[in-house]
Structure formats: structure tokens, C-alpha cells
């Protein structure tokens, strides 16, 4: 198991997400900025609108993508 931060993926806070992989924690840290803009957090509604850029364009997103999941491998085991 590990942890990134809202930051370490973009966002604004340093909430952590925990997960085996680095696709568990993308997908937490998405639904993190989900619930945090429908929650009228403002900080946060930027980094939601590159997530779900990165969603609707996944082949011109994968550099993030593969920079998230080489920091996840980097990470230790928590």
C-alpha cells in the first residue's frame, strides 16, 4: 500500500490517497476532486477540469500519466 497526495497528482491539498496501485489512487484522487468541486471548493475545480481532460483524452494525457504512475513505483510501502 501506498500514499500520494492530492498534490503529488495536481490537486490543491495534501489529502492523501492510499492504494496498491497507481491506478487505485488516480481513480481516488478523481473521485476526491469530484466531491470536493460538487462541494463548492473552489481550490479544487481546476484540477478537476485537467482530470477530466485527462479522462476525455486519454492518449494526449498519457506523459501525465506515466510521470503519476513512475512516482507511485517510486513511492515506499507505507
Known amino acids: ?3 500520494m497526495t492530492c498534490q503529488q497528482l ?5 489529502l492523501g490517497h492510499r492504494g496498491e496501485t497507481a491506478d487505485e489512487v488516480i481513480h481516488a ?6 466531491a470536493a468541486v460538487k ?3 473552489e481550490t479544487h475545480r481546476a ?4 482530470m477530466r481532460s485527462r479522462w476525455m483524452h486519454p492518449k ?8 503519476a ?10
Do not use: V
Open 1 to 3: 500500500m501506498k500514499t
Open 10 to 14: 495536481g490537486g490543491p491539498c495534501d
Open 69 to 78: 504512475k513512475a512516482n507511485f513505483a517510486a513511492l515506499p510501502e507505507d
Open 47 to 50: 484540477a478537476r477540469q485537467e
Open 60 to 67: 494526449q494525457s498519457l506523459g501525465w500519466y506515466n510521470d
Open 39 to 41: 462541494a463548492g471548493d
Open 29 to 34: 484522487q478523481d473521485k476526491h476532486l469530484r
